[in-house]
């Protein structure tokens, strides 16, 4: 299995475990997770969830081959797919979400760290959120986010032109707390996660709604609207062109759109 869990001393992990493939994820791995998540959230062992990736890679994004040949559908089969499952799972998460993050987080695997409250990222890790560059659309709430995180300018450089970001720029902006070497990312994050064995579990969990509240309404409709768009951009001819030059090893050509 791609996606591995385990809990220990009250930190439910979910492991990214497909290193062949850069832990690119697919449907069945989307899905998987949003399970982990929710069987956490439901578990009164769990304390803390902690989202990990494998040594060099926490993930690629989707799975490019995957996800074409079996694009979510449009409207209300759009909005139940298994990558909207997983973020709702994390958006509702209600225990703290630690994220270990070691070499590249590309597309959903830098977003999904907006939704995560504490970041910790090694000396090698590259973000990078190159939507617009395939064809489609920021998601996860991102056009939200990234804004309000960056500033417009900044913003602008990352979702329009998809320019990568170092682990230093992360925690500048706030999406992440520390960079630390690769080889303590994993340890460092689970010590943040088991403290929350010593912390009242009830009050941790409606301080956490509490710092959410404001916002979710928005964070909520922005990734119905994101996703609506998304959906709709997957059979656009700019997205077609993207992966066959994807697929084919060449430059894409968008100037005949």
């Known amino acids: ?16 475990a497909r290193p062949e493939k850069k832990n690119a994820l697919t449907l069945e791995m989307y899905q998987a997770m949003a399970d982990a998540l929710n069987a956490a959230r439901e578990d009164d062992a769990v304390r803390a969830v902690l989202l990990a990736g494998q040594p060099g890679i926490f993930t690629s994004g989707n799975d490019i081959e995957d996800f074409v040949q079996r ?4 409207g209300s089969d759009a909005m139940d797919s298994p990558v909207m499952r997983f973020m709702r799972a994390l958006l509702e998460c209600d225990k703290p979400v630690v994220a270990a993050v070691t070499g590249a987080a590309i597309g959903i695997g830098a977003t999904l ?3 995560c409250d504490f970041v910790y990222v090694s000396d090698e890790a590259r973000l990078a959120m190159p939507f617009v560059s395939l064809g489609l659309v920021p998601e996860f709430a991102s056009s939200l986010l990234v804004p309000q995180l960056m500033g417009a300018r900044r913003a602008a450089e990352r979702l329009l032109l998809g320019d990568p970001f170092t682990p230093e720029q992360a ?27 010593t912390l009242p579990p009830g009050a941790v969990r409606e301080a956490k709604r509490l710092m959410c509240a404001g916002q979710r309404e928005r964070i909520v409709a922005t990734i119905r609207a994101e996703g609506e768009r998304f959906a709709a951009r997957l059979r656009s001819p700019e997205a077609i062109e993207a992966f066959s030059a994807f697929f084919q090893k060449r430059a894409p050509d968008f100037g005949k759109f």
Request: aromatic letters at 2%; a positive charge; one cysteine or more.
């Open 171 to 197: 925690v500048e902006c706030g999406i992440a707390n520390a960079v630390l070497p690769a080889a303590e990312v994993l340890r460092h994050a689970r010590r943040i996660a088991e403290r929350f064995n």
């Open 113 to 115: 760290l907006l939704h």
């Open 1 to 16: 299995m791609h996606i591995r869990t385990a809990t220990l001393n009250g930190v439910a992990t979910v492991e990214i």
């Open 71 to 74: 694009r979510p559908g449009d």
